[in-house]
Structures are given as structure tokens and as C-alpha cells.
């Protein structure tokens, strides 16, 4: 079948039958004809082995509409946080803990990675092994080398390591599943961290990250050390609202450290004495404030993860037909993070107010998580935790309490800018571990609530119980 097209996503789409494409024909798609090529060069492949596993790829819409939603883009880091820090996962994580504990301790013993960050990981990752991915790895990847351009060299290259590692380990290439970006087993790993940092930690002879949790343990330990885990340094400080206008121009949601201690310092922040003058850390700013703070620019709003066009309409008091007639916005309501909005003039408070409704944009959650409760309105953690903060109720786990100080590595110095609209920024110093797990997952939501979650599960099994919003 030849069959040509210059808008590869929509030659994809046009092919779709009941969601799949039917036996892929190298042929037809020279970026996976180009793996194929490369494998049978370098001597792993023949022809016809090719052939058989490229006939039984199908590519999938639900992994490409997957790619288009992940969860740290759509939510808000309340919601996303909300989606991990739950009481089952910890008690779980502390069942685990339990259940492991020999290789969890050797592991930390080995490698100086804390088993809390461990455990946390194959939590948040597969909720402790119950959840490895539900896509066949094969189709996952064919779908994303040939229909998500953006990335599709990337994927490629996973493809070819993919078969390489089923090829090495006498895998069934076409079976195996995993998450839509390929990835799998207990820790996730994708082939190319596989076929690099995995290692047989219960000494039998083989490498199993799918069906071997004590090869997982030792194999996300071995990741942390080889990308920058630092033994005993700590990860980031407790969050504060509070922190001075000259460190608050340094905050971002990236998640590098790039700024020195003696900087920080210099510019207002009341950081730990013994942190090094020289160490650099990151000014990461959570629920950032969506206003922008230009008097000039006062009828913009800057469009933030987790966003809809009507939630921001009701939060800013502005008719929500106005906010989508005068910014074109299509009839779906789509809008992307960082989109500049312009606001009506007239307020809603002139006009009758709209009705409210839960938000309905689609979001992509782990196969675990009850897909019934994304759409409902979910106030940010922060917001919870600095309300309920004078209520005399438990302390929460990272809760924020701005009149006080929780850690030495705060600075309360001086407030930051505030506003009237939209959730209060949250401020911390990330050190170098906290960069250490964004290695693991780029996303600064989820190495935050990988370290939120090992600090619950430790806390719980230290202590019996521990209080989460």
C-alpha cells in the first residue's frame, strides 16, 4: 500500500479503524522502515522478523490523545498532588515498605538513596505494581514515532531500543504492555532506562523490572545515584507564602537549580547556615499567580495549567460569553497554558451572573485514579491548607502556615506581591535531589509529589499515622 500525505497527524487520524490502524507495512512509514533498517544493520534483526512484529503494530488514537493530556499539564499542582497523596497510597506505601524491607534497606545501604524515595516512586509510578500500563509497548510506540511529530525522533529511538531489549531478554514484542509513552513495569522505565540502569538486585540471573520488584528497588536506586542523587542532602524546604519581592523575581516552575545560596541570601532569603554559599538551588513557585502584574497590561490574564475558559470568567467576574466571544475561542473551549486572554471590559457584576458549572475539559489521570472526580472544581491545596490553618485542627503534611516559621530554609523575611484574584503563590528551595527526581519525570508537580508522598509513608510508618489535605 503506498500512500502518501504532507499532514502525517491527519493521514493517521483518516486511517483510523475503531480507534486502531490495521498491520503496519514498513513501507508505508519510512521513520519506523528507518528503525527497522538500523536494527537489521547492526545485526539484531533479520527482515522477516521485522516484518512479523511491525504486522501486529497497531496505531492507536488513545495513546495519541494521552501524549496531547498528560496529567502535570492539565492540573493544577492541588489537583495533581490530590491525585497521589491519598490515605490508601500511603498506607499501601507503608505495606510495601514493609513487605521489602530487606531490599529497601540494602538499597539504600548500596546506593544512598533514601527507601522512602524508592517506594515513593513505585507509587506513584504503578501504585505499588497493581497498575504497569494497559497499552501494548509496541503499539504505544509506533503510534508516537508516526503520528506525535513533535517527539517522533525520540520515540524512534526508544522503538529501536525497545526491540533491542525483547531481543537481549527473549521477549514477546508484540505483547508486552506498558504506559502510553512505553514505559513499564513496577518502576516505569522506559526501554532506553532500562537497557541502561536496570540491575538484577535479587542476583537470579536475569533483569526483570515487570515482574521482579526487588529488581525495581535496585534498579530506581541505580537511576538516582547515576543521575545526580546526592546521599544525605536534602530535597527542598517547607513552603512559605512569604518571601522577599527580590527572591521572587527569581521564581519559576523550572527545574534547575541555578542560583546560589550567597545570591539568594544577598536578595533576602533566610536560608539554613549550613547550606554552602556556592550550592545553587532553585526559587520554585507553585500555583503561580495568573494576573499579570503590568498596571499597563491589567485586561490580560495569563492562562495557567488547569484552566477553563469559564472558571476563569467566574473567578475573575467576567461574563464567560464575552471572555470566548472577544478571545475567538472555539466552540470547544480550547485554551492552552500561557495563552495570553484579553478581559471584557464591562464586569460581570453589571450583567447577570452565569450559572456555575464543574469544569469539563478531558484530562489524563493514571489508570488508578477515579476518572469520575477530574472534572469536578478542586480548590488548590494551598488555599485549604492557609484557611484551615487557624482552625486548631491537625498539622498537615507541608501545610502552609505563613505567621510561623516551619523550617530554617524559609525565608518570611518579606512578603511577596499579592493579589486579589486567583490562589496565592507558594514558594521553596529546591536543592539538587529535588532536581535528582525531575530527572525521573521532568515535571516539577510530580518530583513534588514524589517527595510528598515519601515524606507521608515515612511519617506513618514512623509514627502510626499522618494528616494530609
Not at 508484540?174 to 532506553?192: D, K
Not at 550550592?279 to 500555583?287: A, S
Not at 497590561?297 to 467576567?318: F, H, M
Not at 535531589?433 to 525521573?440: E, V
Request: with cysteine; glycine share 6%.
Amino acid at each position: 500500500m503506498i500512500f502518501k500525505c504532507a499532514l502525517p497527524i491527519f493521514c493517521c487520524l483518516t486511517l483510523l479503524i475503531n480507534g486502531s490502524i490495521q498491520a503496519i507495512e514498513l513501507t508505508d512509514h519510512p521513520k519506523v522502515k528507518a528503525v527497522a533498517d538500523k536494527l537489521i544493520s547492526d545485526g539484531h534483526y533479520s527482515q522477516s522478523e521485522l516484518d512479523t512484529i511491525f504486522s501486529a503494530a497497531k496505531v492507536q488514537q488513545s495513546v495519541l490523545d494521552a501524549m496531547m493530556n498528560p496529567a502535570e499539564y492539565k492540573f493544577t499542582w492541588g489537583k495533581y498532588r490530590k491525585l497521589f497523596l491519598k490515605q490508601d497510597r500511603i498506607d499501601q506505601g507503608v505495606e510495601f515498605w514493609q513487605q521489602h524491607q530487606r531490599f529497601l534497606e540494602r538499597a539504600e545501604s548500596e546506593y544512598g538513596v533514601p527507601a522512602e524515595i524508592i517506594v515513593a516512586i513505585i507509587g506513584v509510578e504503578s501504585k505499588y505494581g497493581k497498575y504497569k500500563g494497559k497499552h501494548k509497548v509496541l503499539d504505544s510506540l509506533v503510534s508516537l514515532v508516526t503520528g506525535f511529530p513533535r517527539r517522533s525522533q525520540f520515540f524512534a529511538g526508544e522503538l529501536e531500543e525497545f526491540l533491542i531489549l525483547t531481543k537481549e531478554n527473549n521477549l514477546d514484542a508484540t505483547n508486552i504492555l506498558g504506559s502510553y509513552a512505553g514505559a513499564v513495569g513496577y518502576p516505569q522505565f522506559i526501554s532506553s532506562s532500562y537497557r541502561n540502569y536496570a540491575v538484577d538486585f535479587n542476583a537470579d540471573g536475569s533483569t526483570d523490572l515487570i515482574g521482579q520488584v526487588e529488581d525495581a528497588i535496585g534498579s530506581i536506586a541505580n537511576y538516582f545515584i547515576e543521575n545526580g542523587w546526592k546521599t544525605g542532602e536534602p530535597v527542598t524546604s517547607q513552603p512559605t507564602t512569604v518571601v522577599s519581592n527580590k527572591v521572587a523575581e527569581l521564581a519559576s516552575r523550572k527545574r534547575k537549580v541555578r542560583h546560589t545560596a550567597a545570591e539568594l541570601r544577598a536578595r533576602g532569603a533566610n536560608l539554613n547556615a549550613d547550606i554552602d554559599g556556592n550550592e545553587k538551588l532553585g526559587v520554585l513557585m507553585m500555583d503561580a499567580s495568573e494576573i499579570v502584574r503590568d498596571e499597563k497590561k491589567s485586561n490580560q490574564y495569563i492562562v495557567r495549567a488547569g484552566d477553563t475558559v469559564c472558571q476563569i470568567a467566574e473567578r475573575l467576574n467576567v461574563p464567560c460569553g464575552r471572555l470566548i466571544k472577544l478571545n475567538n475561542i472555539n466552540s470547544k473551549g480550547d485554551i492552552f497554558r500561557g495563552q495570553s486572554l484579553t478581559l471584557p471590559v464591562k464586569r460581570a457584576d453589571q450583567v447577570k451572573p452565569p450559572k456555575k458549572k464543574a469544569a469539563t475539559e478531558l484530562v489524563t489521570a493514571p489508570a488508578d485514579v477515579d476518572k469520575s472526580k477530574l472534572n469536578q472544581p478542586t480548590e488548590s491545596k494551598w488555599q485549604v491548607a492557609a484557611q484551615g490553618a487557624k482552625k486548631g485542627g491537625g498539622k498537615t503534611l507541608s501545610s502552609v502556615e505563613p505567621e510561623q516559621k516551619t523550617n530554617t530554609n524559609q525565608s518570611d523575611d518579606y512578603p511577596a506581591n499579592k493579589l486579589d484574584d486567583g490562589p496565592q503563590p507558594v514558594y521553596f528551595y529546591t536543592h539538587r535531589n529535588f532536581y535528582a527526581i525531575t530527572q525521573y519525570n521532568h515535571s516539577v508537580l510530580y518530583a513534588m509529589a514524589v517527595y510528598d508522598l515519601s515524606q507521608a509513608i515515612a511519617q506513618q510508618r514512623k509514627s502510626g499515622f499522618v494528616t494530609i489535605k
